[in-house]
């Protein structure tokens, strides 16, 4: 007798259900979910780190210039200084120009020597002087006297204080020795002159 086979109508039913309406397994969703989102980031991660490697190494190149430039701004200050002060240098290093009247030099050191008879060879020298720069201003006399007389106190705003120096010129060439020259009043003669000669800029 043939063998009969049944139809597993209840096994059909089931797999259909199983294609329609079966949910997928819990785990297996999350899983499926979760790959894209792991995907997306790691992506941003690689990204924002290249973007601050990148980042740091512009902030290197940055610092370097500006320690670059700091450092050369400084070099040409210093420099620029220097080229100046180098440059005033040049303009106020100027050679001292030759004294006017070598001659009131020599009266100058022997008004400040300690000996009392310097002192009278310079008011006498300093007398000599006065008479020389009285002939090259045009006036008239042998003597230094006569020609003070012969000068216009208009034009000669130091007249009187010449007459004083030539007074005590003479009164040293009249007395000699026995004339007392303290340094105070030799130094106070030769200033009487100095200020004649410096009118004239004769010194």
């Given at each position: 007798?043939?063998?009969?086979h ?11 259900y199983d ?6 397994a819990?785990s297996?969703t999350?899983?499926?979910?979760q790959a894209?989102?792991s ?14 490697l990148?980042?740091m ?17 400084v ?8 080229d100046k002060e180098a440059h ?5 290093h ?38 020389d720069?009285l002939t ?11 020609k ?17 120096a030539?007074?005590v ?6 007395g000699?020795e ?9 130094n ?16």
């Open positions: 007798m043939d063998s009969i049944f139809l597993n109508i209840e096994y059909l039913l089931l797999r259909v294609i329609f309406f079966a949910v997928p819990v297996d999350v899983q499926e979910a894209p989102a995907h997306v980031l790691m992506s941003l991660g690689s990204f924002f780190g290249q973007v601050a990148v980042g190494g512009l902030t290197v190149i940055l610092l370097a210039l500006v320690v670059w430039a700091r450092i050369r701004l070099t040409v200050e210093h420099r620029g200084y220097h005033e240098h040049e303009h106020t100027i050679e001292p120009e030759a004294p006017k009247n070598p001659q009131w030099d020599r009266v100058h050191a022997l008004a400040n020597s300690p000996n009392e008879s310097d002192w009278r060879r310079a008011i006498l020298e300093a007398d000599i002087m006065l008479g720069m090259q201003a045009g006036y008239r006399g042998k003597e230094v006297g006569e003070l007389r012969d000068a216009n106190p208009l034009q000669f705003s130091t007249l009187d204080l010449a007459w004083k030539h007074k010129r003479n009164d040293i060439a009249h000699g026995s004339y007392q020259l303290t340094s105070r009043d030799a106070a003669t030769i200033d009487l002159y100095r200020r004649v000669f410096e009118e004239f800029d004769y010194i």
